[in-house]
């Protein structure tokens, strides 16, 4: 029999399509490497390849044991293998992991070791640049890494050993992480910035390195998983190593069997003419055969790495294009947060008419409505997935309103503090109006074409009205106000009604025969025409039901007429029907199939595979809970968030969620609910010593798993750990995160139990305060209220009830009121003298600055320190904050006290430039401030330059304030008309300069 002809592309074609092929794609790439990468080349230093290692093995043994281990060699088809195999036998894995560290110092030009080094000074040579030789190829790899972060540089894979990849990555200017796998792991279990490093086969130091059959072949299921994942939502490309029998090429054979997979795979080899009878074809042809593998011949990484870094080289300089804030352009960029994936919509049919309305619609906002299941985020999702593939915007928005509260206002804000490149916090955003909002998003947008997505609005749809209320409604009446190319798409389930032109609304109906004709088709379930017209029939054309009865036929054809035999039994309403016919599922599914799709339940958000494990970690092993998100998913229980570069996410569709939440009672979903709020238990011990400058995602452990312990009904448990998270989050980019969940639990809880809750008065207080920040009047009014029930009468929780109420007040900019409040509450506990943490310190000096006397309020500001040492030039304490040197000032400011509240309002600038968390506002009033100052002094020219800066940041953060600002440069024009004329960024580099002391050096300034 004749063997099946491969064909091979040459060295010039992979060039192409990793250049203009892969500039047109929305998908990123991975590069696998092998030994060839970093080989000697020409007597050049290196570390050794097969061969070379193989010699070092010899060394190891006196020259009357080496006959014995030639036989060894001879006899063996991976004498690679066979050599580590022979001395690992005789001297040991330690012995194994030194002649990895002795060939890897081969690499170092200077030999400073005369002894094999310890794990401590490979650290240490680790982080040395300089003293390593890299050849032409990694260090080629490493700069396109770093030139080309969202292509190239998200993830890098290889067996190899060494440091060298993390090495040419920083000294191109970058940075890079490892993750080191010598046993079972995931891709995602290490986190930090830069190029993430995987060494799938151990670490030269730190970890043992594997080598054997055994070691190569071991069972290692998380780690299959989280290739496969990675796999297939990026191009892999496999150059400079061999394709051994291990854990990646059995990733690679499954995902390539898989049909519903779409992987894209390059294999390339360095000889011109590879046989084809060669062993990796016949383990990949199921990939050859669909087109899924790529075969390429004639491949040289040592010119291959330089030619393709030359040829980005020439893209960049010739398609530069910068945004509007003056940071590059990304095309066909997503700016998703990793719980907000559209979903895959692996099976669509009979929606093209939709697809096209969505493409061709003239109206730039659309509401996609529709019973439950009727698949209303797949359209969404397919019409996403299809704007990418044409390249219809430049950058695409997904955003998951999950049918709740405060995520609408959660989700805008953090478009915007994406879209400004982060020169705003979410903090200040939060503050905001809606309408503000959709103005400096329309701002911020003008000149690109953007695909928004918000799913699940139902939380904001008026049932009698059948059109959005609320915040959502005033953020999408001014955004339409505003002239931009972009288009919004909103999913919800009630009906939508919109006479504005620039609104398009359509209700998502059931499928017809022919679409459901196709559905069992594609999901292997063919029927006769006689059979399709009546589950049709039954179902009502209700998509996700068809799809749910087409999985159950295809993985067995004869329970098809019983289903339709149980459904004539049944009757109601879609998507209640749906429900019942899930019971009938349930009962077919295994007990491992159960426990994921409980426990996926109960999760607060989408997870990884490897996440699920873990929450089932003591109830089944993972390489069960990986078989049994296989046959869900095949069945159609779950939905697949594919979240390149790292592991897909699990969701289920909410239909299955409601099912199983009202199936069991509390008492049997706890146990799942537990298992998962251990796992968040051990993250949070990790977090929690530095929990003050965790970023948002990190604080978010504690909110997610505060839901939980709400779900659980552990409310004492979830006031304890929001309180740990209480002032972190008010300080943070996103407080309305902690409100959100604040807010659940004070809705559950019998408030007459609240001596129960040892932290009820702290995350009250927290969440009181975050509520007034953000302008919810009608909210924290009412929360207000009801504390004030819980004091009968006037303790010492009164004294914390005076300080809110004071806060209430000054923040509404009601002075006279806010210090009445905080004097009362003061005058309480200095007369009653009451052993209390509560106080109202903070409010009075705040209240009685701004109620015109700060010289009240200075002493409390300046905390005993005197007014000439804050004064000094040489005094600076970075640690004091800038809310001190600032409250100073604006005290000094208020007193008439200028060339003193400048020298105050100088240091708080510094500590906002040199600090990583300043944000954009904070300077922005610095700026506006220190402008009013200027004027003051009569030094108009640089007060115009600090107001211009003022007035850049706040068009990028709050346009209303920046237009306060430009009134101000309106009302001193005739004073500045003679200063010179600069740009918004020298503006900004002056202030800088000013703020150094080193303004005397800059030049430009009449």
């Known amino acids: ?236 490309v496999v150059i400079g190593y061999g394709g051994w029998d291990d854990t990646f090429t059995e990733a690679l054979s499954e995902i390539i069997e898989d049909d519903i997979a779409r992987p894209e795979i390059i294999w390339t080899f360095f000889s011109g003419a590879p046989p084809q009878d060669n062993p990796l074809s016949k383990r990949l042809s199921a990939g050859l055969d669909r087109g899924r593998v790529t075969f390429y011949a004639g491949v040289d990484c040592h010119s291959f790495f330089p030619a393709l870094l030359e040829n980005w080289q020439s893209t960049q300089k010739e398609n530069r294009n910068f945004g509007p804030a003056g940071g590059e352009k990304a095309q066909n960029s997503s700016i998703d947060r990793d719980e907000d ?34 698949g209303k985020s797949t359209i969404a999702a397919r019409f996403f997935e299809v704007a990418k593939e044409h390249g219809l915007f430049d950058t695409y928005v997904w955003r998951d309103c999950k049918e709740e509260g405060e995520r609408f206002e959660n989700q805008v804000i953090s478009i915007i503090g994406r879209l400004s490149g982060g020169h705003s916090s979410a903090n200040y955003l939060a503050q905001q109006t809606m309408e503000s909002l959709a103005e400096l998003l329309a701002g911020l947008t003008r000149s690109r074409r953007v695909l928004f997505v918000f799913d699940n609005v139902d939380h904001y749809v008026d049932l009698e009205k059948n059109s959005l209320v609320g915040n959502a409604a005033r953020f999408l009446a001014a ?94 309403t879609v998507p209640a029907t749906v429900v019942s016919f899930l019971e009938l599922i349930w009962r077919t599914l295994d007990e491992n199939q159960k426990f994921v799709l409980q426990t996926m339940a109960e999760a607060v958000r989408p997870e990884t595979a490897q996440t699920l494990g873990d929450y089932l970690a003591h109830q089944i092993r993972f390489n069960k809970v990986s078989r049994a998100l296989r046959a869900l998913r095949d069945q159609n229980l779950i939905v697949i968030k594919p979240s390149p570069p790292t592991d897909d996410l699990f969701d289920l569709h909410p239909l299955v969620r409601e099912f199983i939440r009202r199936t069991f009672p509390l008492e049997d979903r706890v146990r799942f609910i537990d298992s998962i709020i251990a796992v968040y238990v051990k993250v949070i011990s990790l977090f929690a010593k530095d929990i003050t400058v965790r970023p948002v995602r990190d604080l978010q452990n504690w909110t997610e798993n505060a839901e939980l312990l709400i779900e659980a009904e552990k409310y004492e448990q979830a006031f304890d750990t929001l309180s740990d998270v209480a002032y972190a989050f008010y300080a943070s980019d996103a407080p309305g995160e902690f409100s959100r969940v604040a807010r659940l639990l004070f809705r559950r809880i019998d408030w007459k139990n ?172 610095v700026r506006n401030w220190i402008g009013e100052l200027l004027i003051a002094k009569g030094e108009f020219c640089n007060a115009k330059t600090f107001l211009e800066a003022a007035e850049a940041i706040w068009n990028l953060v709050a346009p209303t304030r920046a237009r306060a600002v430009k009134e101000k440069l309106e009302e001193i024009t005739p004073l500045t008309r003679d200063c010179a004329q600069i740009s918004a960024l020298d503006a900004e580099r002056y202030v800088v300069a000013w703020v150094n002391d080193r303004a005397r050096y800059f030049v430009g300034l009449g």
């Open 479 to 572: 955004y339409l106000s505003h002239g931009t190319n972009c288009r919004l798409i909103f999913t919800c389930r009630p009906d939508i009604q919109y006479l504005d032109v620039n609104v398009l609304t359509f209700s998502v109906s059931g499928l017809d025969v022919v679409a459901t004709a196709q559905l069992f088709e594609r999901r292997g379930a063919v029927r006769s025409s006689i059979e399709i017209e009546e589950v049709h029939r039954f179902t009502g054309g209700h998509a996700f039901w068809l799809d749910l009865i087409a999985a159950q036929s295809a993985k067995k054809p004869a329970v098809f007429r019983g289903i339709l035999d149980q459904m004539t039994s049944k009757s109601g």
């Open 754 to 925: 609240h001596p129960a809750y040892g932290r009820f008065d702290r995350v009250l207080g927290r969440h009181f305060r975050i509520l007034v920040n953000l302008g919810r009047e009608s909210e924290y009014v009412e929360l207000l209220k009801d504390y004030k029930g819980t004091m009968p009468a006037k303790d010492a929780r009164y004294i914390n009830y005076c300080a809110l109420r004071s806060h209430m007040h000054w923040t509404r900019l009601e002075h006279t009121e806010a210090v009445k409040w905080a004097e009362a509450g003061k005058a309480l506990k200095d007369r009653t003298n009451v052993d209390t943490r509560f106080n109202t310190d903070h409010e009075l000096a705040l209240a009685r600055r701004d109620a015109g006397y700060p010289e009240l309020a200075i002493d409390y500001f300046l905390n005993g320190i005197s007014v000439d040492e804050i004064l000094d030039p040489d005094e600076f304490d970075e640690s004091k904050g800038e809310s001190f040197y600032g409250n100073t000032g604006r005290c000094l400011h208020l007193m008439g006290k200028i060339d003193e509240a400048l020298v105050c309002y100088r240091k708080s600038a510094l500590v906002l430039h040199r600090s990583p968390r300043g944000h954009a506002e904070n300077k922005a009033f």
């Open 1 to 236: 029999m004749s063997l099946p002809h491969f064909e091979y592309y040459d060295q010039s074609a992979l060039l192409e399509r990793l250049t203009t092929g892969i500039a047109r794609s929305e998908q990123s790439v991975v590069f696998l490497v092998g030994s060839a990468l970093n080989a000697p080349i020409d007597d050049a230093l290196g570390v050794p390849n097969v061969t070379g290692v193989i010699d070092l093995i010899r060394e190891e043994f006196p020259s009357d044991q080496l006959q014995a281990f030639e036989r060894e060699m001879q006899g063996s088809a991976q004498p690679y293998q066979a050599a580590f195999s022979y001395l690992i036998g005789r001297r040991g894995q330690n012995a194994a992991n030194d002649v990895i560290k002795r060939a890897v110092m081969m690499a170092r030009p200077a030999r400073s070791f005369s002894r094999v080094p310890t794990d401590t000074e490979c650290e240490g040579l680790d982080q040395e640049n300089g003293s390593w030789f890299t050849s032409q190829a990694t260090r080629a790899l490493g700069r396109l890494a770093v030139l080309e972060p969202r292509k190239f540089g998200q993830t890098l894979l290889t067996t190899n050993f060494d440091p060298l990849l993390q090495v040419s990555i920083r000294e191109a200017g970058g940075l890079a992480f490892r993750t080191v796998l010598h046993r079972d792991g995931n891709l995602s279990q290490t986190h930090s910035s830069g190029c993430h490093i995987v060494h799938l086969h151990g670490y030269w130091h730190g970890a043992d390195t594997l080598h054997t059959s055994r070691q190569l072949t071991q069972s290692r299921p998380r780690l299959k998983a989280s290739l496969k994942s990675l796999i297939g939502s990026n191009v892999l």
């Open 341 to 374: 994936r559209p979903p895959r919509a692996e099976v669509f049919v009979g929606r093209d008419r939709e697809i096209d309305q969505l493409r061709h619609m003239p109206q730039r906002a659309c509401f996609i409505t529709g019973f439950g299941g009727q």
